[in-house]
């Protein structure tokens, strides 16, 4: 199978064993790549109803199609799951060099089974793979754990590794690899469930494509459209550090629990205030574009505070949910998350949810370990990350996420929940970006902006079409062609590099065909349909799980409360037809009222065995 490793990883932690099983070609054909394996194995594997941290979920980190070639911004590999914040299937996704060095080691994915009875880190070379005991790992952070596989085995290997959030069952812990992060959905938190402190791979470059001539033909042409487009020179300049600037100016701007759009001062976050800062750039493997920023806070409380980042979800989690414009904050905070491996979304989100109740007297002092949540208090909420990442005191009661916390404290808190499914939103206003906030709804995996909810044609994009983001009306059709992404998103491309002049719909089909000879691959709406396919699995996972169209929802702020948005457009902003956008969605989509994928679409798409598993739901309607 050229283009492809051939082969997967099956490790069962429970018996200790780690084989190879061979990458049947049909699986390939149908689903591409990263996080296409992980829906496809996951359905297949999982039986309905497993609790996310027992024993019998799986884990499967699977590396994009293109990963460790010569193109560019083809690097993203992924984590599927089932989640321990949502109960719904997860996706997360991350960047770096672990996916090549996945790629380079002759598997397309790992798959993670069991429950090690004492701590243990996978360690994969090209003569095979081991478990070894991470008795001297368990307990340090992700730097830490990194450094001594580093120190142990050479600056050559690469690693995926959980921090003490994980161990502990924070339960959105991510998994960090060098200071990336697949965050999202708490992966991190069921590799720590199966007593798994790191994979760690050692491996050097090892591709075999179809027709390697052509290949570094097509990826040259893509350097030279990248290069000499706007988008690619500043990404390259700033990364995100704009964010705080572009989405204030809109409106979209969450502040104080998505009751704002617009932090005030905000221009003092501005690239330029993070320019002073920093020190390095970072970038994914063969990525020239380096969009990553690495800051060091020279003085004051957080000096010495370093991060690869923040990126703008993280700066915006640490600033807007407190309504804060401390940037050295956000750098302390985003350090922290990154070494005890925390989402940085839903923990700034959680916070922010906790400020709110401490504003509104549900919570006191004295629940809050004296912490006094005061809007504006950054040195509250850099404790608040310690505290969770440890669950020490009111930080054990956030590290359940904000539904499960909201629960345990009662009085009214799950009125303030910011989160779909489960899953707290992240920095894009829902109010004054409506296809996002519908994108957010009917997400598979909770309130996610990179699960094909952002829909990037309210910021202008003409493809299919662009938009009026404060209309609610012909939105389904934007949300549908964004989230049938994910077989892009198989193929491992970052969303960056979208923008960067005109080389995707040109390139990326016949860069697949040289590397597979797959010829399929070069068609466009080929793609679309191996990502609409993934879109139904998904789905179907879900609805065996028990959710349908009461789960397509969105928090109660957003549907009855006006955005107030200071100076930007979008004053007054509410969505008020989701029950209407909810029938257009589900019809174009071929499912059930209540939002199941029909007999027909399952078949029409080559699932026919998710059909059995679907017709006890058909029966149920949306009114019962």
Same mark, same amino acid.
């Given at each position: 199978?050229?283009?492809?490793?051939?082969?997967?990883?099956?490790?069962?932690?429970? =018996?200790?064993?780690? &084989?190879?099983? *061979?990458?049947?070609?049909?699986?390939?054909?149908?689903?591409?790549?990263?996080?296409?394996?992980?829906?496809?194995?996951?359905?297949?594997?999982?039986?309905?109803?497993?609790?996310?941290?027992?024993?019998?979920?799986?884990?499967?980190?699977?590396?994009?199609?293109?990963?460790?070639?010569?193109?560019?911004?083809?690097?993203?590999?992924?984590?599927?799951?089932?989640?321990?914040?949502?109960?719904?299937?997860? #996706?997360?996704?991350?960047?770096?060099?672990?996916?090549?060095?996945?790629?380079?080691?002759?598997?397309?994915?790992?798959?993670? =089974?069991?429950?090690? =009875?004492?701590?243990?880190?996978?360690?994969?070379?090209?003569?095979?793979?081991?478990?070894?005991?991470?008795?001297?790992?368990?307990?340090?952070?992700?730097?830490?754990?990194?450094?001594?596989?580093?120190?142990?085995?050479?600056?050559? %290997?690469?690693?995926?590794?959980?921090?003490?959030?994980?161990?502990?069952?924070?339960?959105?812990?991510?998994?960090?690899?060098? #200071?990336?992060?697949?965050?999202?959905?708490?992966?991190?938190?069921?590799?720590?469930?199966?007593?798994? !402190?790191?994979?760690?791979?050692?491996?050097?470059?090892?591709?075999?494509?179809?027709?390697?001539? !052509?290949?570094?033909?097509?990826?040259?042409?893509?350097?030279?459209?990248?290069?000499?487009?706007?988008?690619?020179?500043?990404?390259?300049?700033?990364?995100?550090?704009?964010?705080?600037?572009?989405?204030?100016?809109?409106?979209?701007?969450?502040?104080?629990?998505?009751?704002?759009?617009?932090?005030?001062?905000?221009?003092?976050?501005?690239?330029?205030?993070?320019?002073?800062?920093?020190?390095?750039?970072?970038?994914?493997?063969?990525?020239?574009?380096?969009?990553?920023? %690495?800051?060091?806070?020279?003085?004051?409380?957080?000096?010495?505070?370093?991060?690869?980042?923040?990126?703008?979800?993280?700066?915006?989690?640490?600033?807007?949910?407190?309504?804060?414009?401390?940037?050295?904050?956000?750098?302390?905070?985003?350090?922290?998350?990154?070494?005890?491996?925390?989402?940085?979304?839903?923990?700034?989100?959680?916070?922010?949810?906790?400020?709110?109740?401490?504003?509104?007297?549900?919570?006191?002092?004295?629940?809050?370990?004296?912490?006094?949540?005061?809007?504006?208090?950054?040195?509250?909420?850099?404790?608040?990350?310690?505290?969770?990442?440890?669950?020490?005191?009111?930080?054990?009661?956030?590290a359940e996420g904000t539904v499960r916390a909201a629960q345990r404290i009662g009085k009214g808190a799950e009125a303030y929940t910011m989160q779909t499914k489960g899953l707290e939103l992240p920095g894009y206003e829902p109010r004054g970006l409506?296809?996002?906030?519908?994108?957010?709804?009917?997400?598979?995996?909770?309130?996610?902006?990179?699960?094909?909810?952002?829909?990037?044609?309210?910021?202008?994009?003409?493809?299919?079409?662009?938009?009026?983001?404060?209309?609610?009306?012909?939105?389904?059709?934007?949300?549908?062609?964004?989230?049938?992404?994910?077989?892009?998103?198989?193929?491992?491309?970052?969303?960056?590099?979208?923008?960067?002049?005109?080389?995707?719909?040109?390139?990326?089909?016949?860069?697949?065909?040289?590397?597979?000879?797959?010829?399929?691959?070069?068609?466009?709406?080929?793609?679309?349909?191996?990502?609409?396919?993934?879109?139904?699995?998904?789905?179907?996972?879900?609805?065996?799980?028990?959710?349908? #169209?009461?789960?397509? &929802?969105?928090?109660?702020?957003?549907?009855?409360?006006?955005?107030?948005?200071?100076?930007?457009?979008?004053?007054?902003?509410?969505?008020? &037809?989701?029950?209407?956008?909810?029938? =257009?969605?589900?019809?174009? #989509?071929?499912?059930?009222?209540?939002?199941?994928?029909?007999?027909?679409?399952?078949?029409?798409?080559?699932?026919?065995?998710?059909?059995?598993?679907?017709? *006890?739901?058909?029966?149920?309607?949306?009114?019962?």
């Open positions: 199978m050229k283009g492809y490793a051939g082969k997967f990883l099956r490790v069962n932690l429970s =018996e200790g064993t780690a &084989t190879n099983e *061979p990458l049947p070609e049909q699986v390939a054909m149908d689903f591409i790549a990263g996080r296409g394996f992980g829906s496809k194995y996951l359905y297949d594997e999982l039986a309905p109803n497993i609790d996310p941290l027992g024993e019998h979920n799986k884990l499967i980190l699977a590396t994009g199609m293109l990963n460790g070639s010569q193109a560019q911004s083809v690097s993203r590999w992924g984590a599927s799951t089932k989640s321990p914040l949502t109960g719904c299937i997860a #996706r997360s996704n991350s960047g770096g060099d672990f996916g090549a060095w996945m790629k380079f080691a002759g598997y397309d994915f790992i798959l993670i =089974e069991g429950k090690a =009875e004492k701590p243990v880190y996978l360690y994969i070379t090209a003569d095979g793979a081991q478990l070894r005991d991470a008795g001297e790992l368990w307990g340090r952070d992700t730097a830490q754990t990194q450094d001594w596989l580093s120190r142990n085995y050479g600056k050559d %290997v690469r690693t995926a590794c959980i921090g003490p959030a994980a161990e502990k069952l924070v339960r959105y812990s991510a998994i960090v690899t060098g #200071r990336r992060t697949a965050s999202r959905c708490g992966a991190g938190t069921v590799m720590g469930s199966k007593r798994l !402190k790191a994979v760690a791979i050692k491996a050097k470059r090892n591709l075999c494509l179809h027709d390697p001539e !052509k290949f570094s033909e097509l990826a040259k042409e893509q350097f030279r459209i990248m290069k000499d487009s706007k988008d690619y020179k500043y990404n390259k300049e700033y990364g995100t550090t704009e964010g705080a600037i572009t989405r204030n100016v809109l409106g979209v701007y969450p502040v104080r629990n998505f009751r704002y759009g617009q932090l005030i001062g905000y221009e003092q976050m501005g690239p330029e205030a993070f320019r002073k800062m920093r020190v390095a750039d970072a970038g994914c493997y063969g990525c020239s574009m380096r969009c990553g920023k %690495v800051h060091v806070v020279p003085d004051g409380p957080y000096a010495g505070a370093r991060s690869e980042g923040p990126e703008y979800e993280s700066y915006w989690a640490f600033s807007g949910s407190i309504d804060s414009t401390s940037v050295e904050a956000t750098i302390a905070a985003d350090q922290l998350c990154d070494d005890l491996g925390m989402d940085t979304i839903s923990t700034g989100n959680t916070i922010g949810f906790a400020y709110e109740l401490y504003e509104k007297g549900i919570i006191t002092k004295n629940d809050t370990d004296g912490l006094e949540l005061t809007y504006g208090n950054h040195a509250a909420m850099v404790s608040l990350v310690k505290k969770i990442g440890n669950r020490e005191g009111f930080g054990d009661i956030l409506k296809a996002t906030g519908f994108g957010y709804a009917t997400s598979t995996i909770g309130g996610s902006h990179g699960n094909g909810s952002l829909a990037f044609q309210e910021w202008g994009m003409p493809v299919p079409r662009a938009v009026d983001r404060f209309s609610e009306e012909d939105k389904a059709d934007i949300v549908i062609y964004n989230q049938n992404g994910a077989g892009l998103e198989a193929g491992g491309i970052c969303a960056f590099a979208f923008s960067c002049g005109d080389w995707f719909p040109k390139l990326f089909g016949r860069m697949m065909v040289a590397a597979t000879g797959i010829e399929e691959f070069a068609d466009r709406n080929y793609l679309g349909r191996v990502g609409e396919r993934i879109w139904n699995l998904d789905r179907a996972f879900n609805a065996r799980d028990g959710f349908d #169209r009461r789960h397509d &929802t969105l928090p109660q702020r957003v549907q009855t409360e006006p955005l107030h948005t200071r100076e930007a457009p979008g004053e007054g902003q509410m969505i008020r &037809t989701l029950d209407k956008f909810l029938d =257009e969605y589900y019809r174009l #989509r071929g499912w059930t009222d209540n939002g199941i994928p029909s007999r027909e679409k399952l078949q029409e798409l080559g699932l026919g065995h998710v059909v059995k598993d679907m017709e *006890p739901f058909w029966k149920k309607t949306r009114t019962g």
